[in-house]
């Protein structure tokens, strides 16, 4: 073959590759999940797919997708919120003295989403009112902080103990003895359908809604946003309220799933959080990201620790792991932002 | 004179401190019409438009839409006028479709119970129809806007500010960044706005972009009018000679 063919061909190839990006864009997570799952399958036949172990991959993330959900939209942004694993322990701590003070359940209930809304709002206001240079530097503050605080109305130990109610959120199950007959071990855990109904609903709000399109577009140049007329900092301060509510919602669920708020509740979740953004395909940079493929990373998150618990492996070699991931879905974001702007 | 004239600045000055960036500036613009402002750096260009767009206040003078004496505060009073401004630096989301980027702020939506949701339909209906009516050719209205060359973008820039009947135009060095093959293009959009009743003031340092689509120019010198002609009437040599502030 002459040396013009060739190029011809190379050329051809190329465009078969670029072709690809969009689909390995828009489904390649989902493939990875189903290898994942295949894989395990294969190494831990008899447990890995059981009801008992898949219910409880689900109920480890419902919690930890909250937070994820939240720190997602904030980072569409292409901001940071560093606070929510203190905002977790915080709301966490806030419901269990209401509920040792008596409170009635459905009072102690709204506690914790009360409180992620304020303190959410606390770093909206401080990253758009007082000017802060970045959210990483107001969110590293309110991560102490509220921490902080957590400890000092809870004196830093661990309250143990809440009413029935509370604990159906995270702890919940739903009897399948309609499919599997009278009496059967199946069900489905409360907290995964409330995570299926907030994911739904935040899509709905991020996709179908002129200020989740507004979110996208401050994202992607902020400048434009303001041009239009959108009043870019009231809309920051909604995403980061809404990252911090979505952060006490966990709390809730946490403290159902626990039955306890302890001080170290949700320590460096916030890293996770980030984590299985990016890894869900989110661009770090703003602007990009889907609600999907965030609960692609968060269960993928979840099946890689769940995964490597059954099959004993240490925890150490978890961390190196996961931190590979990070660094591999990062580097496809890169390739795929210089193929993008090569046209 | 006309009357047709739609936009009129009389004796506009602004001053900066102690600097004068305006000094008794007029302007006038017909319907229809398309007004090349030239000028060298420093000359007022830019801070005129800022006063006809309504971003400054004007120390002094006056300004008419529509034969109306007018007080812009901001921005969004000059665009309830009917008069947009087509930024430099194009204020596009890149991460966004093009129909995203023409309606962002003003999406089309459709009421669901108490909610306010999107009209996905109808926006990209209303973007397919509005790029056909300016004669924009692009592959998809789904497309994103950082996948398009400079001139689209520039297109779709002027598709944003013409998207809601804009009676007026402001262009600032709208064939600056772009590639010769596709300054063109973006001549010819302006010459089809020119056609569907628009008017547009230009600002441009090429005199091939003046030559080819306005009808009249002005130039400024130091903050002052300096000189005006119909197009017809001067030569691309005397105009660059009014930049460089030479009179015969």
């Known amino acids: 073959m002459d040396h013009g063919e060739k190029r011809l061909m190379d050329k051809n190839q190329e465009t078969l590759f670029v072709r690809l990006i969009p689909f390995f864009e828009r489904y390649g997570i989902l493939l990875l999940i189903l290898i994942m799952i295949a894989v395990l399958h294969l190494l831990q036949p008899d447990v890995f797919l059981s009801w008992r172990n898949v219910t409880n991959i689900f109920k480890q993330v419902s919690w930890q997708s909250m937070l994820a959900l939240g720190v997602f939209m904030v980072i569409v942004t292409a901001g940071i919120d560093l606070s929510v694993g203190s905002i977790i322990m915080l709301s966490l701590m806030g419901l269990a003295i209401a509920s040792k003070a008596g409170m009635p359940w459905y009072v102690v209930m709204l506690v914790a989403p009360a409180i992620g809304f304020l303190c959410g709002m606390f770093n909206g206001i401080g990253i758009t009112l007082l000017r802060m240079p970045h959210p990483f530097i107001m969110t590293l503050g ?5 921490r902080g605080i957590g400890n000092l109305i809870s004196g830093g130990v661990p309250i143990t103990g809440f009413a029935e109610q509370i604990r159906v959120i995270g702890n919940g199950k739903i009897k399948l003895d309609v499919f599997f007959g009278e009496g059967a071990r199946e069900y489905i855990p409360t907290s995964l359908i409330l995570m299926i109904v907030i994911f739904f609903i935040f899509w709905v709000f991020l996709n179908h809604t002129r200020i989740g399109k507004w979110i996208y577009a401050i994202g992607g140049n902020p400048g434009a946003a303001r041009a239009a007329g959108i009043n870019v900092d009231r809309i920051l301060i909604v ?17 159902g799933r626990t039955n306890s708020a302890y001080p170290n509740a949700g320590l460096q979740s916030e890293l996770d959080a980030i984590a299985a953004v990016i890894i869900g395909g989110a661009s770090f940079f703003g602007g990009r990201g889907t609600v999907l493929g965030v609960f692609a990373g968060v269960m993928i998150m979840g099946i890689l620790r769940n995964g490597l618990n059954l099959m004993n492996v240490s925890v150490f070699w978890q961390q190196v792991l996961i931190g590979s991931i990070i660094i591999l879905a990062v580097y496809i974001d890169v390739l795929r932002r210089q193929l993008a702007t090569r046209t | ?86 930024y430099q630096d194009l204020a596009l989301a890149g991460n966004l479709p093009i129909g995203d980027n023409i309606f962002l702020g003003r999406e089309p939506t459709r009421k669901v119970g108490p909610f306010n949701f999107l009209d996905h339909k109808k926006r990209k209906q209303l973007t397919e129809e509005h790029l056909a009516k300016l004669k924009i050719n692009v592959k998809s209205a789904d ?60 600002i441009s340092h090429r005199m091939d972009d003046i030559f080819t689509v306005c009808d009249r120019v002005m130039a400024l010198f130091q903050g002052t009018n300096f000189a005006e002609s119909e197009l017809k009437n001067t030569s691309r040599d005397e105009v660059i000679g009014w930049i460089m502030g030479k009179k015969d």
């Open chain 1, 239 to 255: 995403v980061y309220t809404l990252c911090g509510f979505l952060a006490g919602i966990g709390g809730l669920i946490l403290a």
């Open chain 2, 143 to 202: 497309q994103k806007v950082e996948e398009l060359s400079g001139g689209q973008r520039q297109a779709v820039a002027i598709a944003r500010a013409t998207a809601f009947n804009a009676k007026i135009v402001l262009m600032d060095e709208p064939t600056a960044a772009l590639a010769v093959k596709e300054v063109g293009k973006v001549l010819d959009l302006i010459l089809n706005l020119k056609k569907l009743g628009v008017s547009v003031i230009v």
């Open chain 2, 1 to 86: 004179m006309s009357d047709n004239l739609v936009l009129e600045a009389k004796s506009v000055s602004k001053f900066f401190g102690t600097i004068t960036a305006l000094q008794n500036v007029d302007l006038h613009l017909n319907k229809g019409e398309v007004l090349g402002v030239v000028g060298d750096n420093g000359a007022g260009k830019s801070t005129l438009m800022k006063v006809l767009s309504g971003l400054y206040k004007p120390s002094e003078g006056s300004l008419f839409f529509d034969k109306e004496k007018v007080t812009l505060n901001s921005p969004r009073d000059s665009q309830n006028l009917g008069l947009e401004m087509v």
């Open chain 1, 142 to 146: 309110t991560l102490y902080i509220f």
